[in-house]
T-cell receptor
Framework: EDKVVQSPLSLVVHEGDTVTLNCSYE??????LLWYKQEKKAPTFLFML????IEKKSGRLSSILDKKELSSILNITATQTGDSAIYLC?????????FGAGTILRVKS | DSGVTQTPKHLITATGQRVTLRCSPR?????VYWYQQSLDQGLQFLIQ???????AKGNILERFSAQQFPDLHSELNLSSLELGDSALYFC???????????FGPGTRLTVL
């Protein structure tokens, strides 16, 4: 059965800290791995990683795909209270996305 | 704002009823996806349409159906509603059938 597991389930940090969120997967016919940020409502697209693009960076956020270990990490440096959200990892195969349960991040001021 | 629109924002109805959720994809996107998000199940893929045709099916119940119209908007029909159908329903779109999907604001369905 296709599976995406995220860890930790939740964490609380202080502003300025660096956090690392983990995602591991077991899917057949892997095509891509995506990270989304979900605040009040809709998931917002952050990154998509594929075999041809295993590392992405945007501002304080960066992500790496390890195809050997079937995993990915999302790093957030110099965290701000606005980073508080649920971070979702999804793995694409065929036309489908399978989502993990998410990591709840709370950044305290 | 992703450019994907969904109506209505909220819907409250009774068990046994039928509702229709509507989605308009981003301009130029041909693919529409429907997802259900509940507290205990997380985000679950329901169904995908590409340019009017069904392309992929996930964990969609037989009581649920969807279609995509020639103008590319999509509707998700939920019938014989049960309490357990209460959830957030998201629509997402992508240019073709790629995995990079952009989500609408969702419709919160409450079944009483």
């Amino acid at each position: 059965e296709d599976k995406v597991v995220q860890s930790p389930l939740s964490l609380v940090v202080h502003e300025g800290d660096t956090v690392t969120l983990n995602c591991s997967y077991e899917v057949t016919n892997f095509r891509s791995l995506l990270w989304y940020k979900q605040e009040k409502k809709a998931p917002t697209f952050l990154f998509m990683l594929t075999s041809s693009g295993i590392e992405k960076k945007s501002g304080r956020l960066s992500s790496i795909l390890d195809k050997k270990e079937l995993s990915s990490i999302l790093n957030i440096t110099a965290t701000q209270t606005g980073d508080s959200a649920i971070y979702l990892c999804a793995v694409g195969y065929g036309n489908k996305l399978v989502f993990g349960a998410g990591t709840i991040l709370r950044v305290k001021s | 704002d992703s450019g994907v629109t969904q109506t209505p924002k909220h819907l409250i109805t009774a068990t046994g009823q039928r509702v229709t959720l509507r989605c308009s994809p981003r301009s130029g996107d041909l693919s529409v996806y429907w997802y259900q998000q509940s507290l205990d199940q997380g985000l679950q893929f329901l169904i995908q349409y590409y340019n009017g045709e069904e392309r992929a099916k996930g964990n969609i119940l037989e009581r649920f159906s969807a279609q995509q119209f020639p103008d590319l908007h999509s509707e998700l029909n939920l019938s014989s509603l049960e309490l357990g159908d209460s959830a957030l329903y998201f629509c997402a779109s992508s240019p073709r059938g790629g995995n990079e999907q952009f989500f609408g604001p969702g419709t919160r369905l409450t079944v009483l």
